[in-house]
């Protein structure tokens, strides 16, 4: 439904220039929700951008729905920009309008009758359930109900992709739940294909199939959600996911770790597991059979769509052959194992 081939973005040129997207090729199959996550700066929004033509690609194509939206000319565009609705970060709702009007914008901008946007606009503020509120004004509303204003607005003109630009960032933690609840209804509903920015891994987790990952302008991992959670391919990505699951050695263990290993310390490792590894029973494996005893500071386990993920930090205790054995056995079991640093013996 999407597919951006070999896109690139220079903002300005000669040394003051800014290479925002750097030779990206994206696929988002119709109907599904794809997730684009990344830090800031990184080339997101304007990889967004540039699937409507908002920003123009400095090369590569961009076709959505089969139409390649660079040879098109402006009246086709505009066309195929009916097709696509987008939905931002701060709503960019008409404050001198009412919901109502809010909605009937895009219609009475494709020259549609009144009799025609009253039928279209009604049944979409029923879907966002703000079939009370048809007569209120954007100050007069939360975020969250700005939020699903500016969806059904988004919605008007029946497009089949919707573009979310960082489209819960500004909402609180329940309001967000209840937005990326109604966008899921809406793909499954509408079997509307949906490509969202984010660089909330919440975001990715609640709603997305895919999900890639972008850094410096570009696309450095891209994967199935559940994939991606559980093995994430680059540091970039393994870092999103400890922030994330928020599991990270306590404060006074990170003040002793030192990068230097002997004979007198031994390491402290992050694991990460999935899959049949999760039910099998290895910390006591590994004592039996390397001699290595664990002593587990933080574990945790987390259902990622259809996988469970299990971490762990650790200490290893044993002698440095010994411990290193035990690293070799996780990983021959499908561990990914992150030496943390080593602290001093003290047992
Ligand atoms: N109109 C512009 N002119 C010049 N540089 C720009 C323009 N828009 C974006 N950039 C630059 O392009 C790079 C990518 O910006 P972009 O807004 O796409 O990143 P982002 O990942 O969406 O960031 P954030 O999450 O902070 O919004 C940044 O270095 C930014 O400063």
Redesign the pocket.
Known sequence: MIELSNVSKT??SGESA?H?LKDINLHVPKGTIHGVI??????????IRCVNLLERPTQGSVTVDGQEMMRLNRSALNQARHRIGMIFQHFNLLTTRNVFDNVALPLELMGEKRSAIQNRVLPLLEMVGLADKAKQYPAQLSGGQKQRVAIARALASKPNVLLCD?ATSALDPQTTGSILELLRDINRQLGITILL?T?EMEVVKSICHRVSL?SN?KLVEDAEVGEFFTAPTTTLGREFLNDFLQLTPPKELIERLSDTSGEDTHPVVRLTFSGDAVSTPLISRLARECNVDVSILQAKVESIQDRTLGLMIAELLGSETQTQEAMAYLQSHQLNVEVLGHVQRTV
């Not at 990344?38 to 990889?47: I, P």
């Open positions: 903002y300005g800014v925002a990344g830090l800031s700066g990184a080339g997101k929004s304007t990889l960082e920015i660089h972008i302008g």
